[in-house]
């Protein structure tokens, strides 16, 4: 778009918008304020954005206001070069950001799809993760000292060489009780999605979820197609049984339950999803069983009964194995031979692959893990009860606390003390609940003393 009409106000909207959408104002603290009176300032603070490294405005110096600091990568430009007004303060601003962005590259004439255009992006907060890690769910301690071991004997042919998926979905299909055809590996349950919502959606045929849930639910369906009916939980955040039993369709073609559900850490009992399956036959039934081991009921034994059914499972998770990018759909051997045929044959890497059978043996680590879960969500959850602090009960490795309006600077206080939390008060109906992860034992003590503090430090009340 040509920007270069505009006035140096309307220009800086347009940047701002650009890249701080609603969500990230709420998320990452964003915020522009101009005054025109005293004196004049801009200050836009985008430090804790993943846009750390690009320019921006950093901060006005404390205690003057006349004039901007911007950083552009390793470069520092202070100063209010010279300007008299806002409106001139901004122009440099907006001289320096032209400079150093692509406006001067021609703009592409192509356009993606229009689905793509329309569709949600997804960005989590995956910039300065240096502290305790209690905002995305990951395993917080370590996988199996069996795997370290597997990746420190990676050759040169381990690299040199294109992965070998088959073999691998064998040995996983062994472990799981299943033919080698009902396994499909994946590049983590995030692929899984969308090779689902790819195989099975025509741009006429209806997905149907809850919602709060997983967002790449959205992602994936609204590449395929635009509708996407979405059943909202009432204030109890419990899974709308009932309403989403209605709520399917002669179009509905596919339906994905996460049990546990994340963010709420609620579930759907077995018998509910094989109602859910049974009726809807003309539709695939994907339940996300990424939080499985901290809860322990599954549908995988259904498999070999239930036509429709397709369930998935990560490593990312109990097995400590996010950065591998590991996950399994299994299910009906037809309907995942249509999956396979959508999938790269090379979509996991080989190292990932190596690294799974010695995963899966080692059953002991993945027990010992699940229960420090277990023991570590019952002291959370005690600790959140003397603190007056809501819950949503959860069967996941996380815990979904209702604090209000002080959401965010609970999230602020908590970084500062060294532990992440993620706000999950833009997810539909869950404004001011923020997320915890549960970790090993020492990171529950350390993620509850924080937890005290910062919330003693903003002036929490049960009652706020
Ligand atoms: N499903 C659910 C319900 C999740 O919460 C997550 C991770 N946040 C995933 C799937 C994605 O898992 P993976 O790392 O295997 O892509």
Redesign the pocket.
Known sequence: MNTQTMSNIDWLQKWYLSFCDGDWEHQYGVKIETYDNPGWSLEIDLCETPYRDTPFIEKKREGENDWIFCRKKEHLFKGSGGAQNLDEMIGIFRTWIEAASEETIPAATVKPRRLVELMPEYHPPLAGRTALRLD??ENTFAPSPRVIERIHKATSEDLTKYPEREPIERIAAAHFGLAPDQVLLT???????HLLCATFLEPDDAALITTP??F?YDVGVQLMTPHLIRVQADETLAFPLERFLAAITPKTKLIMV?SP??PTGGIVSREHLLAIAAAAPHAVLFV?E??FHFHGESTLADIPNIPNLIV?R????AYGL?NL???MLAGNAELLRYVRKVSSPYNVNGIALECLPVALEDDAYVTWYADQIASGRERMAAGLRELGVGFFPSHANFILMKIGPLHAELCAAMRAHGVLLRDRSTDPGCDGYVRITIGIEDHVTRGLEALKLSLSEIGWTPST
């Open positions: 995305f769910n590049n983590g349950v995030d692929e899984a999605i849930t997983f790449m996460a559900n994340n996300d990424a939080y998935g990560t490593f990312s998770k996010a990018r590991l996950g």
